[in-house]
């Protein structure tokens, strides 16, 4: 495998440069998606005068500097958003790459859960520390050594990703059990019609709500089933992206999986199930 190869070479290993410079079309273009969805639904008004975010920003990091926050959160909205989308066209992709990574980082200030900002950089950075990022749409695809480090970079950062969450769903006896995936369907489908924004909260299926929307038994032994198959297949599918043989199913399955991770929190996990598909780029031969 390519990427055995390229760590016996100490990555000098020609890959094909083409393949990290559509991770950063992906990238751009989820990060794109992400900023603009921060300018609705409330988020524009995050640090308004006598919100309930200026007055946590305040308590945690004094007036003063909370003041300094909220004069420049608005600008560094637009500016993010508009650096996203040239990253994604490749206009001067190094430049607007930093321009997006401080703007997502910015979010590290004010969201109570920034995981997803957190994968941002770790996958930014991957980004960053390649030496041919293209220029505009186009993709090269002439072997070199220019883009070989950051590729296998994002194969190690995806297979810890995919083994991290195994791991701590096998040693989750509510989520092994089946038990969390069914309270989670049952409880939203009872609640759904009263959450705000509810089509960016939850977008179950109909046919998933009428039958594996409940609690009994045999809903949670279907649930059960699903849930060792999700880390059976968290566990097998970096390997299986490596072999060129299994990588078709493989791509299949990951984007068939993570479609139906987004249904159950779709705004919450548009970046993680983006930005995690897209370095399917990044395994392949």
């Known amino acids: 495998m390519w990427f055995f190869d390229a760590l016996a070479s100490g990555f000098a290993r020609p890959t094909d440069p083409g393949r990290l410079q559509l991770f950063r079309i992906v990238f751009g273009t989820v990060l794109t998606i992400r900023f603009a969805l921060a300018l609705g639904q409330g988020s524009w008004g995050r640090l308004a005068r006598g919100s309930l975010s200026l007055f946590l920003a305040e308590q945690r990091f004094g007036p003063r500097r909370a003041r300094l926050l909220a004069a420049v959160y608005r600008p560094a909205l637009l500016i993010r958003t508009t650096a996203a989308l040239a990253l994604a066209l490749g206009v001067?992709?190094?430049?607007?790459?930093?321009?997006?990574?401080?703007?997502?980082?910015?979010?590290?200030?004010?969201l109570k859960s920034p995981s997803a900002v957190r994968y941002i950089l770790l996958t930014g950075a991957c980004l960053l520390v390649a030496s041919d990022l293209g220029h505009g749409l186009s993709i090269e695809?002439?072997?070199?050594?220019?883009?070989?480090?950051?590729?296998?970079?994002?194969?190690?950062?995806?297979?810890?990703?995919?083994?991290?969450?195994?791991?701590?769903k096998i040693r989750s006896d509510q989520f092994r059990s089946g038990l969390y995936l069914a309270q989670w369907v049952h409880t939203y489908t009872q609640v759904k019609e009263h959450l705000p924004h509810r089509r960016g909260q939850y977008a179950v299926p109909a046919i998933v709500r009428r039958h594996l929307g409940n609690l009994t038994d045999r809903d949670i032994r279907l649930w059960r089933l699903i849930a060792a198959t999700v880390i059976a297949a968290e566990i097998a599918l970096p390997v299986a992206?490596?072999?060129?043989?299994?990588?078709?199913?493989?791509?299949?399955?990951?984007?068939?999986?993570?479609?139906?991770?987004?249904?159950?929190?779709?705004?919450?996990?548009?970046?993680?199930?983006?930005?995690?598909?897209?370095?399917?780029?990044?395994?392949?031969?």
């Open 141 to 168: 695809h002439a072997p070199s050594a220019a883009n070989t480090w950051s590729l296998c970079l994002l194969v190690l950062l995806t297979t810890d990703i995919y083994w991290n969450s195994a791991w701590q």
């Open 241 to 285: 992206l490596l072999i060129p043989q299994t990588m078709p199913y493989a791509v299949a399955a990951g984007i068939a999986m993570h479609a139906a991770f987004s249904c159950l929190k779709p705004r919450q996990l548009i970046t993680f199930s983006g930005l995690t598909t897209g370095t399917y780029f990044a395994f392949a031969a």
């Open 92 to 110: 001067a992709p190094r430049l607007t790459l930093l321009v997006v990574l401080a703007g997502a980082a910015t979010e590290l200030l004010y």
